[in-house]
């Protein structure tokens, strides 16, 4: 429907429409970056300045398989910093100890650049 209505007027007149239908949940919309998860955040924080990536290292798994617990460790060599996670799959344990780093950081290195 935006497609036709630009193609038979412009622009304008399509972007109009966008916030005539969709205005009111545009405007509450979270900011971009925290619809990323901690990771790519992370990642981008650092890549976005010309820094190294962080390196994750898994340093234990325990339990049986069906209800294992993984423990990674995050670290950012140029600042020193290195935070663990703790979780019941060894992604979310990337994410815990990559949203720990993230909060060690300066908080102008927060905001992706």
């Not at 998860?37 to 820094?51: F, P, S």
Request: proline share 7%; net charge neutral; charged share 20%.
């Amino acid at each position: 429907m935006v497609g036709a209505i630009f193609l038979d007027s412009n622009f304008e007149a399509a972007a109009a429409a966008v916030v005539r239908i969709l205005g009111g949940r545009l405007e509450t919309l979270p900011p971009a970056e925290t619809l990323k998860d901690a990771k790519t955040r992370l990642q981008e924080a650092l890549q976005g300045r010309g820094l190294g990536l962080p390196v994750y290292v898994l340093t234990a798994a325990a339990g049986e398989p069906h209800s294992q617990s993984f423990t990674v460790t995050c670290e950012v060599p140029t600042f020193g910093l290195v935070a663990v996670g703790e979780a019941g799959s060894r992604r979310r344990a990337e994410q815990l100890a990559a949203r720990k780093v993230l909060d060690l950081l300066p908080p102008e290195m927060r905001k992706s650049p």
